[in-house]
């Protein structure tokens, strides 16, 4: 998807995009995991959010139980951004990349495939070659 200004409140990028069509693959029927100030995301795909605690009145043990679990999938995701920044920091520059969102992408991209490859180095994952790799060592 394309970066937006910092201004922008994160749902607004989201209505912006569902709005014209990037989200796509999402909107197939994958599930969202977000953080309560997305309750809104419900009317454009399917999404889990933690349960607000309504006023006046205390959450059910089932409704906690859910928001515990979701808020410990999100603790992970979160923290896999963090480290993201901490490695990368040219991601945390104050005014964003150098103030051209447009490469932005280019950027984040770059930075989360040498992640992925550094993660499986270090969990020991190897990848099956691919039709290219069996050709080139023929």
């Given at each position: 998807s394309d970066?937006?200004?910092?201004?922008?409140?994160?749902?607004?990028?989201?209505?912006?995009?569902?709005?014209?069509?990037?989200?796509?693959?999402i909107l197939t029927g994958d599930k969202v995991v977000a953080d309560a100030g997305y309750q809104g995301l419900a009317e454009y795909l399917t999404c889990r959010t933690i349960k607000k605690k309504p006023r006046g009145r205390a959450l059910t043990a089932e409704e906690e139980d859910v928001n515990h679990d979701l808020s410990a999938i999100r603790s992970k995701i979160e923290r896999a951004f963090g480290n993201l920044l901490h490695k990368f920091k040219i991601l945390d520059l104050p005014g964003g990349f150098d103030g051209r969102p447009e490469k932005f992408n280019e950027l984040l991209t770059i930075c989360v495939g040498i992640w992925n490859i550094d993660r499986r180095r270090a969990l020991g994952i190897t990848l099956p070659p691919t039709t290219d790799d069996n050709q080139q060592s023929e």
């Open positions: 970066c937006f200004p910092g201004s922008f409140h994160d749902m607004r990028c989201i209505q912006e995009c569902i709005e014209s069509l990037k989200f796509n693959t």
